[in-house]
């Protein structure tokens, strides 16, 4: 079992061996779905162009998302 802390701003880092094990890199989008046992992330898809998983209308949520990601940098 491994152990992660949940910091200040509720961000918590997933092992090496996981993100590599479920090929997670930076821009992974994850769901997060709360069951009786606890909590499940579950990867997407990333804010990538060609990645973006979802209707039409969650494509465009997706891109301005990244369009004000790219403004704040």
């Known amino acids: 079992m491994t152990k992660v802390k949940v910091r200040e701003k509720g ?10 094990k479920y090929k997670l890199e ?15 992330l ?7 162009p060609g990645n973006v998983v979802g209707t039409e209308e969650h494509q465009k949520i997706l891109k301005e998302l990244e369009e004000t990601r790219r403004k704040w940098r």
């Open 11 to 20: 961000q918590i880092t997933l092992p090496v061996e996981l993100r590599s």
């Open 26 to 40: 930076a821009g992974t989008l994850l769901e997060v779905h709360e069951r009786p046992e606890g909590v499940l």
């Open 42 to 48: 579950q990867p997407i898809g990333s804010l990538e």
